[in-house]
């Protein structure tokens, strides 16, 4: 079993900055593929960034310039840092996984959820 965690969420202030841990913990053999996704009130959940295993990232337009993603491979973290925070950053932050088990299954995960409020 594999369980994703994050934390880091919080309040913050426009032109703040916060950032976002995802820890993986279980039975795992490797992570591949991992992206910071977010949802707000009333909206569908939308992609933030990806960063793949060997370091390769990829921003939403909205983020492009403001957020860095990037992961520590021993720790089994990925890392969402978001510099120059705006109200419409406000949403629920999940993390989602591809991970390959000890036992050689490959399947999709996510987490919990942690809550960003950007307002003055």
């Known amino acids: 079993q594999v369980q994703l965690v994050e934390s880091g969420g919080g309040l913050v202030q426009p032109g703040g900055s916060l950032r976002l841990s995802c820890a993986a913990s279980g039975s795992i053999f490797s992570i591949y593929d991992v992206g910071w996704f977010r949802q707000a009130p009333g909206k569908q959940r939308e992609l933030v960034a990806t960063i793949s295993n060997s370091g390769n990232t990829h921003y939403a337009n909205l983020v492009k310039g403001r957020f860095t993603i990037s992961r520590d491979n021993a720790k089994n973290t990925v890392y969402l840092q978001m510099n120059s925070l705006k109200p419409e950053d406000t949403a629920v932050y999940y993390c989602?996984?591809?991970?390959?088990?000890?036992?050689?299954?490959?399947?999709?995960?996510w987490g919990q959820g942690t809550q960003v409020t950007v307002s003055s």
């Open positions: 989602n996984a591809d991970v390959k088990s000890e036992w050689g299954h490959r399947d999709n995960y």
